[in-house]
């Protein structure tokens, strides 16, 4: 198959986010403990162990879509929980902005044909 292999892509660009200075309140899934009402409030809650499962697991070969998806939904889920404006809403979003650099940079250079 001569289809793009993203799976290292998703495993560089995992790696990147979960070394980041902003990445500490989503390394591990919410607990109730940590934040009261958190699955009344969030319908599907994801973390960077989570889709590490994902890409373990091949969940998303071919499927970046769901990858970049899962990213945003993590995101989502804390401003929703936490305020856009709260500290923990600023480091999502920072994280966002790193993802999207991380994510341009680590795509493999594919062959352009005239």
Partial sequence: SNRLDTSDVHQKVITLL?????SWPFLEPVTEELAPNYFTIIENPIDLSTI?????????????SEFIRDIELMVANCEQYNGKRSIMGRLANRLLRYFKECWSECQPMTPHFD
Avoid: A, H, P
């Fill in 52 to 64: 590490q499962d994902k890409i373990n697991n091949k969940t998303y070969v071919n499927n970046s």
């Fill in 18 to 22: 979960r070394t980041n200075e902003n």
